[in-house]
């Protein structure tokens, strides 16, 4: 694995390599992506064996103009173009009808092909230079804490790639929200970066997936994703001075209040808060490399309290319970 810088010229040699099959890590604004040359069934096939993936876990395509989505999915469906044009580039990423050039791999042999445009300006460089459509899943082994620095990737994942390139900490922080439009109304069958609320302004009939009410649509909705090797437990928005940890245990906090009843309780050997003022957009932002980070510490039990099903909220407690899920 060779770890690449984001100048001019290592940004070149990222692009070469995908285009030529090879699998390079990049930044993108939510969180570090294995990226692969989308119309090289090899390249796709070394994506899902580097991520330990199944193989019925499609792979999110990404562009680097809004205009080249039409490259490899119909883009004239209902609301398409419109939340294309409000959200793009950005934490967006659509579930289409897709064209018949792209690879099965890709989609896993779905007729819908999810595609995003990135907003992190590397990413959408080494896109635009590769010259291809770039399938990118998160660059993390498979139910594994999603990266949100180069150094997740090269720690989890090293020499199961070719090249990393470091963008520095993603700004945002979670996955993109993945809104299906073949669905009736368009349903999100995963919050992430871009709020339910936001898409609502453009289109209002969209629906959040229910896990309590329907079966799987993908798989990243699946118990048991984004875990960290030690147990993680949740509780509500307010309630770890209540939780019970065995033995020394690590509090994951949202908020000034939170954070001083958890140390006022005595329970915790250690009070982490995310978000003194209780945001949830910085809170996604500190999320994943908090969690990375506390896995790595001398900790038997990880506690977290849940955020307001708002917002960003949302998402954090979607990866929060996909953590805590055994
Ligand atoms: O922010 C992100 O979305 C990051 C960065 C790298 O762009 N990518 C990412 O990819 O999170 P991945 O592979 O970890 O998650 C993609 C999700 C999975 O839950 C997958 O099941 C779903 O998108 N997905 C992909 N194609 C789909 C399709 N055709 N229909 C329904 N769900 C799909
Ligand atoms: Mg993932």
């Known amino acids: 694995m060779i770890l690449l810088s984001d100048s001019p010229g290592d940004l070149e040699t990222a692009a070469r390599a995908i285009r030529n099959g090879l699998l390079v890590a990049i930044p993108t604004e939510t969180v570090y992506g294995l990226g692969a040359n989308a119309w090289d069934t090899r390249a796709l096939a070394r994506v899902f064996e580097a991520k330990e993936r199944p193989a019925f876990d499609p792979l999110i395509v990404h562009v680097a103009e809004p205009a080249g989505a039409s490259e490899v999915a119909d883009t004239t469906v209902f609301l398409a173009r419109e ?11 659509l579930v289409l009808p897709k064209k018949p050039e792209v690879p099965d791999l890709a989609t896993s042999g779905l007729d819908t092909v999810a595609v995003r445009c990135p907003a992190h300006p590397v ?4 896109i635009s230079l590769s010259g291809v459509p770039v399938a990118a899943p998160s660059a993390n082994p498979f139910g594994r804490l999603s990266p949100t620095r180069a ?4 720690d989890w994942l090293g020499e199961r790639v070719d090249y990393i390139v470091d963008g520095g900490p993603c700004s945002v922080g979670v996955e993109s929200t993945v809104l299906d439009l073949s669905a009736e109304p368009p349903l999100v069958l995963r919050p992430g ?5 936001a898409i609502r302004e453009v ?3 969209v629906e959040l997936f229910d896990r309590s009410t329907t079966s799987p649509r993908a798989p990243g909705q699946l118990p048991s994703h984004y875990a ?3 147990p993680l437990r949740l509780t509500d928005s307010g309630a770890l001075p ?6 020394r245990a690590v509090a994951i906090c949202f908020g000034r209040d939170s954070a001083v009843a958890a140390e006022r309780s005595g329970r915790f050997a250690r009070v982490v808060d995310l978000s003194p003022n209780g945001d949830a957009v910085e809170a996604a932002a500190e999320l994943f490399q908090a969690l990375h980070s506390l896995d790595l510490g001398d900790w038997d039990e990880l506690w977290a309290e849940r955020l307001p099903e708002l917002g960003l909220g949302r998402a954090v407690n979607d990866r929060l319970y996909k953590a805590s899920a055994k």
């Open 151 to 154: 150094s997740h990737v090269a």
């Open 123 to 126: 990413a959408r460089k080494i």
């Open 193 to 197: 970066g871009l709020s339910l609320e």
């Open 83 to 93: 939340l294309m044009e409000r959200f793009w580039p950005g934490p967006l990423t």
């Open 228 to 230: 960290p090797r030690k």
């Open 242 to 247: 209540e939780a019970r940890p065995r033995g």
């Open 203 to 205: 289109a209002p009939t």
